[in-house]
């Protein structure tokens, strides 16, 4: 029984998810699209990503990073790897390493550092 509740509640909850993900995607991104040039909104993003304390930063990228393409990964770290102190970016590395696989651990090191990876990544 509390099984069914369970799965009965999370079946709501990403339906209700769906649906609003859809507004922003929509509606949302146009009207931001229509007032803001794309070098407004990275700015936007990057004050309101520079607003959160370090533990909420790291919280986020621990979920967000494995959860993207290994090109979405590559280009957000690598983006950061040029941006941020290097102390920031070793943590960022070090919170997402043990949550992604072997493969997409490889892939990363390769794309921010392809002098740097060891051969049995290259090969």
């Known amino acids: 029984m509390a099984a069914l509740h369970l799965y009965r509640q999370l079946a709501l909850f990403v339906g209700e998810n769906l649906a609003h993900m859809h507004v922003e995607e929509t509606q949302h991104n146009q009207l931001l699209w229509s007032c803001y ?14 607003s959160l304390p370090p533990a909420e930063n790291l919280m986020y990228m621990r979920w967000m990073i494995p959860a993207v393409t290994p ?19 070793a943590a960022v590395l070090d919170t997402v390493q043990p949550h992604l696989s ?9 794309a921010l550092a392809p002098a740097q990876a060891p051969a049995w990544i290259v090969a």
């Open 71 to 89: 090109a979405e990964r590559a280009g957000l770290l690598g983006g950061m790897q040029a941006a941020a102190p290097a102390p920031v970016f």
């Open 102 to 110: 072997q493969q997409d651990w490889a892939k990363l090191t390769l």
């Open 37 to 50: 040039s794309d070098d407004e909104l990275r700015a936007l993003e990057g004050a309101i990503v520079a």
